[in-house]
């Protein structure tokens, strides 16, 4: 029986219909939204939006990792940073002593009888009993060259009980030791150890952290519905399959349930390293009271001026204006600012650790006048006040205590994790793309010798050669499409 030929019209019985034709796989190490036939309509527009925010999340990453490893890690450090240097300098920061705290003026007074070419620039006040006290000083002007003389530490540690110094050390010394290293630490934490320089570049690393924040985010957006049950799949790790499928995992939920801790991160990053320009661009929305260090020019000609006022003098002006301001606490610590010629009281619990939620009162008094330069009083003020005072707070984990700091130290090192995981998925991409180069260029060359050779050689070299492609694109395909359908950024 004669069966006539289907119309062009008609699809085969054994055709799939044309929306369920399977996806044509793609070699690997190519970005699927590159080599995936082009979406129609509007579709176009939002893959190759999608495209150039991949790119801006690649590159933005590759920029920052180095930096934001080593900032992640020395974070983590850095949170509980007095802890350590305690432990590393403890002959100097536990004394043993019991009984009553000497006064501010008593333990300045020995400071100065030991060393009389120094000047005392901070003094705790609240000390934990058993513990010494860290005094800062720097060196006097020497009066016939009006230039500082050389000092070789600054710090002295003191007996608050009985007056004694037990030794002295300095944080900038060169070379590593255990009495600098927690300084070298913090210097190579917010400047890389460039100084000026280097705190311009951590800041502009900052600002890039932000940007890329926001679009790390919108690639984990689903670009169709059902909206929340695709999205919901980013937020799950699955540690099975291929290793660059398990470091997307990694990079993708890390970044994913901790987006609400490092996006204030990322802009407190920013306050640090550029203050000025910060709270210039918050005024915009609402003005914060002005800072004492940021409105006042600094007077290093005056550097070798002793100021007018002491230090009793100042505490005895800040008992009476910390009363009529409602502050109930006590001053933690009160130093003094020869660049500026400024003193300052921050009424913290201890002289290391600032309070929770948005932080402690501060004072500030001309060094001169005594006149009150700027008051800090936490909860008051408008928002743009609010926003400033939580910066710092945020920054080192203050905000939420001890267990505050403990979540800033767990995010440094999953921030150093999230560092390398996303050039790993880049690298290893990359090599597969250099070994999918080289691969079409052998098959080439093999095909362009066959068509040389005898018919039979070549025909059973093709089969051969066909039956592996459809073995390997099978597999490719079968993988792309469980990556697409767990919602993978693709082309990362």
Not at 67 to 80: D, K
Not at 403 to 425: C, E
Not at 434 to 440: A, E, L, P, V, W
């Amino acid at each position: 029986m004669q069966t006539n030929p289907p119309s062009p019209n008609t699809t085969p019985p054994d055709a799939a219909p044309p929306d369920t034709v399977p996806p044509v796989a793609t070699p690997p190490g190519v970005a699927p939204s590159d080599a995936a036939p082009k979406p129609a309509n509007g579709n176009a527009a939002a893959a190759r939006a999608r495209r150039f925010r991949v790119l801006l999340h690649r590159y933005a990453g590759l920029t920052m990792a180095a930096c934001l490893f080593m900032a992640g890690l020395t974070g983590s450090i850095l949170a509980y940073r007095h802890e350590i240097d305690a432990w590393l300098n403890s002959a100097l920061a536990h004394t043993g002593s019991r009984g009553a705290q000497l006064p501010p003026q008593a333990m300045i007074d020995a400071v100065e009888k030991a060393y009389p070419n120094v000047r005392v620039t901070l003094v705790p006040l609240k000390i934990d009993t058993g513990n010494s006290a860290e005094i800062r000083v720097e060196s006097r002007y020497d009066s016939a060259s009006k230039t500082p003389r050389t000092l070789a530490f600054d710090r002295v540690y003191l007996d608050p009980v009985t007056g004694r110094v037990l030794g002295t050390r300095g944080t900038r010394t060169t070379g590593i030791s255990r009495e600098n290293i927690m300084q070298l630490t913090a210097d190579l934490h917010s400047k890389i150890l460039l100084g000026g320089n280097g705190r311009i570049f951590m800041g502009i690393i900052a600002l890039i952290w932000v940007f890329d924040s926001f679009v790390s985010l919108s690639l984990t957006l689903p670009p169709a519905r059902p909206f929340f049950s695709r999205w919901r799949r980013q937020w799950t790790m699955k540690l099975s399959g291929p290793s660059v499928r398990s470091a997307l995992n990694w990079h993708r939920v890390i970044g994913l349930w901790l987006w609400i801790i490092l996006l204030p991160l990322a802009i407190s990053s920013v306050y640090m390293n550029f203050p000025s320009g910060f709270v210039s661009a918050v005024a915009t929305l609402s003005k914060p009271a002005p800072s004492a260090f940021l409105t006042r020019h600094p007077v290093p000609e005056k550097r070798d001026i002793e100021p007018a006022l002491g230090y009793r003098e100042i505490l005895a002006r800040a008992e009476k204006d910390a009363t009529a301001r409602g502050i109930k606490k006590t001053p933690g610590l009160i130093f003094y600012n020869s660049y500026y010629r400024l003193y300052g009281l921050m009424y913290r619990p201890t002289q290391n650790h600032r309070g929770a939620g948005l932080g402690d009162p501060f004072l500030c008094y001309d060094a001169d006048t005594g006149e009150l330069v700027s008051a800090t009083i936490p909860g008051d003020g408008n928002l743009g006040d609010h926003v400033i005072a939580l910066q710092r707070q945020i920054h080192s984990g203050d905000i939420g205590g001890p267990l505050g700091r403990a979540a800033v130290s767990a995010t440094g090192i999953l921030i150093a994790v999230m560092s390398v995981t996303g050039p790993l998925i880049w690298w290893k991409k990359q090599r597969l793309r250099r070994t999918t180069q080289r691969g079409i260029a052998a098959t080439k060359g093999t095909d362009s010798n066959q068509q040389s050779g005898s018919n039979q050689q070549s025909n059973c070299h093709k089969k051969q050669t066909t039956k592996l492609t459809t073995d390997y694109t099978a597999r490719h395909s079968r993988n792309q499409r469980r990556m697409t359908a767990a919602g993978y950024a693709k082309g990362f």
